[in-house]
Structure formats: structure tokens, C-alpha cells
């Protein structure tokens, strides 16, 4: 349990100058004055939160000056820390048929995302303690980011850049919400090297799983192989894009699982995946470089997934009526499988699990569905059944 000693000063006007509180944060605080030895988990249960989003609420109480001095009593809580890619994501819907070399009328937003990021907030939205590890520029991009992700994921340990660009991804998408083209600035994450993970070593050393996307330089997943070998500590590998499949490591021995796609999978292995043959074979060829559990998604044609102790099963994927937006959909798929595995489910129902919540993703608007809760989850999966 993750226990904080609180020193809450009392008083109607709490300190001179301070900024009033919100209302969550009012009701926080009480507790506090109550048991000022109150856990975050704790004070979530109490109050219907998840520990994140109580984190998060204590970091502003702190900052605002409602509470003053932290004491650490026990730290044995197991984080899930992401490193990789934290970007802002611009999205450009054209309104009509989309035509190249002229001027097309568009609607535009804004919101945060990359890979990394997304399956942190995933993973915060179903009720786990996450951690993310990213490099960023000290901009305004990042400044957005950081509100909007704060809630759901410990951003502490990012490394803020100086004179580098925050990660954006820019996704031009069609009327009916196909990727058209995407353009990617994603220097800053070369700035996510071993010295910084090293700098980390007391928090990856102790990590309940750790989770890096492609956006990292090769070395730096090397170094993330060999480190959650040595200390025991469960590897997920995330693909970006095909471009980037020469960035995993040489040896994959001991890494948990390889989440891909079927443009990864067949850039990788240098083949073409068109029978379900093809496809079981790329399963196998994965599970022979030493990974222990892998999935290749294929689109409309569902999921793959196996390993060398169950077998391989082939999951549909669940009908999706409308869909609003792709983007963000793969990374909600790979946030159930990493939740529904750590919550010991069979390989079915983990791929069944990324497939439902990535028909869920499709459906919103927002490259993480807003909904999403461990509960939630839960009623989808036994709707779809």
C-alpha cells in the first residue's frame, strides 16, 4: 500500500492566497483533516475514483497550498510504466470526396495522443496505476498533453527537451473517417535513451509490466530486453508502423508479448499473409524468435493469437455499425489484451477483450473512449457474448 502522511492546514480560508478548491477537491481534502495517514487507494475507494485521478487531485491540492510536507511510509504498489510516444494528435475530416492538387474544406480538432500514451490512459481508465516514460519539448503541445493526461497516468519522470518539439501526429481522414495520409514529427522520442531509462532503474526494476512502443530508438528497446530479463519483469512490445519493425531487437528471448498488426508482421518477416495459413505461420514465427505470447490483427478479419502452451485460436472481430474515427482504435485493443492478461483471463478471452474494446474505440470520437471503465469493459465483453 502506497501510504502518504499529509500535514492539511485547517482553518475556513485554508492558506492566504490560495486558489479556492474545486468541489472533488474539497471532498478530498476532508478526508485528509479526518486521516491525514489515509492511502490513495484508500481515499478511491471512498470516493468512487480511480487512485489516478486521486493523485492527481492530491498534486493540485499540494501545488494550490492546501497541503503542505509529504511523508513516505510504504511504497510497495507495482506500477505499469509506458515508454514511448506522447503526441498531439490534429485531426483533418474532409467534408467532401477528397480531391488532390486543390483546396478541400475540412473540419479540424485536436487531441492528445501516441501510442505509448494511449494504452497509458487506457490502462488509468481501467482502474490501474500507470507510469509514463516520454520525451517532449517544453512547448505549449506539452502543456496540453499534460492537462489532459494527467488524470489517468503519473507524468513525473517525463524528460522535457529544451529546444525540441513535442511529438505531433497530423491524420488527414476522408468523409467517411478513413485515413487518408498521416504526417508524423517524432524527433524528441530519439531523446528516449538508455542513460534516461538508467535514471529509472529503481522504478522498471519494480514494475508489474512495462510497456514500450516502437517510437523508442533500438538500443534503448534492446536495453528494455535485457533489463526486464534480468530483473523478471513482464515486456510488452508495441509496433508504430511498418517503417519502424527495424527497431526491435535483435533478440526477442523473454519479451511477454508482440502486439502487431498484419502490414507489421509481414514487413518484419519479409512475407505475404493472405490464408489463414499464412497468417498461423507468422504466429509461429514470432513465438520461434522467443516471444511468449503473440497477436496479429487483420483488420475486419479479426485477430490471431497464440503461444507455445495453448495453442493459436483465430478471434473475429466484432461488427462495428458506424464508424466515427479509426484513430487510437489498435491501441485500445492492445490496452484490453494487456489488462484482461494481467488479470489472468485464457487467450480468447484476452483477444476477445481488445477486439470489443477497439469496436467500442471505433464508434467514438475520442482516440480513447470516454466511457471506459474495468466495468464497463466487462458489460461489453458479456453483451458481445
Not at 531523446?191 to 512502443?213: F, G, N, Y
Not at 492492445?334 to 464508434?363: C, E, P, R
Request: proline share 3%.
Amino acid at each position: 500500500m502506497f501510504k502518504i502522511c499529509f500535514s492539511p492546514i485547517a482553518g475556513g480560508d485554508v492558506l492566504s492566497g490560495s486558489e479556492r478548491m474545486t468541489e472533488k477537491e474539497q471532498l478530498i481534502f476532508e478526508f485528509i483533516q479526518k486521516d491525514p495517514y489515509i492511502s490513495q487507494q484508500e481515499l478511491a475507494e471512498t470516493v468512487g475514483l480511480s487512485r489516478p485521478s486521486v493523485a492527481n487531485i492530491i498534486s493540485g491540492l499540494i501545488k494550490k497550498g492546501h497541503i503542505i510536507g509529504r511523508a513516505y511510509i510504504l511504497n510497495d504498489s507495482q506500477q505499469i510504466v509506458c515508454i514511448g510516444g506522447a503526441n498531439l494528435d490534429r485531426k483533418l475530416q474532409v467534408k467532401d470526396k477528397a480531391q488532390l492538387g486543390t483546396s478541400n474544406p475540412i473540419e479540424s480538432s485536436k487531441s492528445v495522443g501516441g501510442v505509448a500514451r494511449n494504452i497509458a490512459e487506457n490502462l488509468g481508465r481501467l482502474g490501474l496505476d500507470v507510469t509514463l516514460l516520454t520525451a517532449c519539448g517544453t512547448d505549449s503541445d506539452w502543456a496540453f498533453i499534460e492537462e489532459t493526461s494527467a488524470l489517468y497516468m503519473n507524468l513525473d519522470q517525463v524528460s522535457k527537451i529544451p529546444g525540441m518539439a513535442t511529438g505531433s501526429y497530423t491524420a488527414v481522414l476522408d468523409r467517411d473517417g478513413e485515413l487518408i495520409i498521416a504526417l508524423a514529427d517524432m524527433e524528441v522520442y530519439e531523446e528516449i535513451k538508455t542513460e534516461q531509462l538508467l535514471k529509472q532503474e529503481a522504478l522498471l526494476s519494480r514494475a508489474r509490466c512495462i510497456v514500450a512502443d516502437l517510437n523508442c530508438p533500438k538500443e534503448t528497446l534492446q536495453f528494455l530486453t535485457q533489463f526486464a530479463n534480468k530483473h523478471e519483469r513482464p515486456l510488452v512490445l508495441i509496433p508504430v508502423s511498418s517503417p519502424k519493425m527495424n527497431r526491435l531487437p535483435d533478440d526477442l528471448t523473454g519479451v511477454d508479448w508482440m502486439i502487431t498488426n498484419r502490414d507489421e508482421s509481414e514487413t518484419y518477416f519479409n512475407i505475404k499473409i493472405e490464408t489463414n495459413q499464412d497468417w498461423q505461420q507468422a504466429i509461429k514465427s514470432w513465438l520461434s524468435r522467443g516471444v511468449q505470447n503473440v497477436i496479429i490483427t487483420n483488420g475486419k478479419n479479426g485477430a490471431m493469437i497464440g503461444n507455445n502452451e495453448e495453442g493459436i485460436f483465430r478471434i473475429p472481430a466484432v461488427p462495428t455499425q458506424e464508424i466515427v474515427d479509426v484513430t487510437g482504435a489498435g491501441d485500445a485493443f492492445s490496452s484490453a489484451v494487456i489488462f484482461s492478461w494481467l488479470d489472468g483471463k485464457s487467450l480468447q478471452d484476452i483477444a476477445k477483450a481488445g477486439a470489443v474494446n477497439a469496436s467500442k474505440t471505433l464508434q467514438s470520437a475520442y482516440t480513447v473512449r470516454q466511457d471506459l471503465t474495468a466495468t464497463q469493459l466487462l458489460k461489453d465483453m458479456e453483451e458481445l457474448s
